[in-house]
């Protein structure tokens, strides 16, 4: 099973941009699909970004849409989350994702959380106003 470690996380001001970044190992890196999710305090997780193997398909919610990008390096076996113009709500601890079986699916369901099958240990990410 692939491990995660995100990093990259801290204190910024509204306005600011900040790159998150998630270091996997063990597994194939390169065949998992791989997405971001957080979850601020007192609320659901929710889906952020996500790309497929090969970083031809993107994906963003409309919260973020036109600020954060998602990219990877399956050289490197990363996948970086680069955030700009942050705001306040943005603030949140921040998980990294695999999604390793039924690739077929990912087009579709990409959102989801509980298609993924593993998860790092989250990084936190606060905006002040």
């Known amino acids: 099973q692939v491990q995660l470690v995100e990093s990259g996380g801290g204190l910024v001001q509204a306005g600011d941009s900040l790159r998150l970044s998630c270091a996997a190992s063990?597994?194939?890196?390169?065949?998992?699909?791989m997405g971001w999710f957080r979850r601020a305090p007192g609320k659901e997780r929710e889906f952020v970004a996500a790309?497929?193997?090969?970083?031809?398909?993107?994906y963003y919610a409309d919260s973020v849409k036109g600020r954060f990008t998602i990219s990877r390096d399956n050289t490197k076996s990363t996948v970086d989350l680069q955030m700009k113009s942050l705001k306040p709500e943005d603030t949140a601890v921040y998980y990294c994702?695999?999604?390793?079986?039924?690739?077929?699916?990912?087009?579709?369901?990409?959102?989801?959380?509980?298609?993924?099958?593993?998860w790092g240990q989250g990084t936190q990410v606060t905006v002040s106003s």
């Open positions: 994702a695999a999604w390793t079986k039924s690739f077929a699916r990912f087009s579709g369901s990409y959102y989801r959380s509980y298609e993924y099958d593993s």
């Open positions: 790309l497929n193997w090969d970083s031809a398909l993107t």
């Open positions: 063990g597994g194939t890196f390169s065949m998992y699909h």
